[in-house]
């Protein structure tokens, strides 16, 4: 907006006098002549602290009152409806103004940080672009520029133990700065390396079907065990706080020898009940190695209630494989 571009506030003049009680004849110096208007009441009247709120924060400096028109109301015809309501309001102090350029609206913003998934929030963001940067003892260890004014998701791989800041910027067209958030966000990952949301690294996490074992690790030192004898096995969590529209990543060690019919690493959302998996047959995996299962969680999910892996063994076949690092 002009405003912005050149550091100049907004002056809105010639703005009617009177309220919708007058008369609505033209201006015959009488109380209460002069034609009808809303402005004042919009302004000044009951639940107006919005509008003016809303006219501060974009550049607004000043409201100047006046008729531009001969048979408008005045403020000695009004009934004292400016001095009785703008009045108390300039006496009690005004409104305070924003410090953006030209009045804009003042940019801030946060972060949440999910393993190792950051997601920027922008609130007020005027600018073309926001960059978020992971900063860890050494420094600077990952960015991402998004296009976006008002978001940005970025999530980077680290096996490298310690806290972890988040620092954000939003930027204009030009790419210069117009905000900057050196500490948005703070996180750490856990001795071991594996930041993921469920790593197994100190405990179950509350995953059935399975037992914490150093044996085998995706990432960290440390995995969940499950043993499987012939009949299928369902390792899984309830209530995950996992929103819909993830992606949940797993990671499945299956030991050479291994039989499996199938695994199917699903969600089942609590109140309806629906249950979405991705299904997969025992002979696509890779055996003697760690693979890689994902299920997207419906954007339009209700909370889930569970969270988990089918492991479906061929009948006859006993052994042991490990699950890691389950992300979103």
Known sequence: MWNVKANKRWVVWQIPEGSMTQSNVCFNGAQGSGYKDNRSQWLFGPGSAPHREK??????????????????????TDGNYLKNNAGPFLLAGGLALPRGPGGAPVITSSATVVGTTVTATVVNGTGTGVVVEVHGASGLVGSQTCTSATTCVYTFTTTTAGTYTVK????????????RNESAATFVVPAGGDPARYNFEASAQG?????????????GTRSLAVSLMGARVTPAVTNPPISGGKRVTFRLWVPSNANLTSVQPFVLESNTWRYTGVWTAGSALTKGAWNTLSVNVPANAAPLYQLGLELTPAAGWSGTVYVDSVTD
């Open 55 to 76: 006219l501060g924060t974009n550049g607004v400096a000043a409201l100047l009152f006046g008729r531009g028109e001969s048979c408008q109301a005045t403020h000695e």
């Open 168 to 179: 954000l910027s939003v930027l204009d067209a030009a790419g210069a700065v117009l905000h």
């Open 207 to 219: 995953w059935s079907a399975g037992s914490v074992s150093a044996t085998r690790a995706y990432a």
